[in-house]
């Protein structure tokens, strides 16, 4: 089991920008993978970015050039920072983790982008 907690979100306006945090209450070296997700009203849950232990990235690509996932082992925390927001970025954004094969998730931040 690992429980995830995100932070870092809020209201913003349409060009700046924010940084989402996700804590972990164990070590994420030892998931799969980690990331976030988003989901907008009356849409799907959606990939937005993920790294994996090795540091490898996988950016949404309409996002790409926007986004930049890093990780903090020492501190069991994964970062996602988003440039340039749009107002079609607003949805709740959940962190991710995967390890052995099976699924956890926070309880998602709102980002909200005005225009």
């Known amino acids: 089991q690992v429980q995830l907690v995100e932070s870092g979100g809020g209201l913003v306006q349409a060009g700046e920008s924010l940084r989402l945090s996700c804590a972990a209450s164990?070590?994420?070296?030892?998931?799969?993978?980690m990331g976030w997700y988003r989901q907008a009203p009356g849409k799907q849950r959606e990939l937005v970015a993920s790294?994996?232990?090795?540091?490898?990235?996988n950016l949404r690509d309409s996002m790409k050039g926007r986004l930049t996932i890093s990780r903090d082992n020492a501190k069991n925390t994964v970062h996602l920072e988003m440039n340039g927001l749009k107002p079609e970025d607003t949805a709740v954004y959940y962190c991710n983790a995967k390890m052995r094969w099976n699924d956890y998730w926070g309880q998602g931040t709102q980002v909200t982008v005005s225009s």
């Open positions: 790294i994996a232990p090795s540091g490898t990235t």
């Open positions: 164990r070590s994420i070296s030892s998931m799969d993978s």
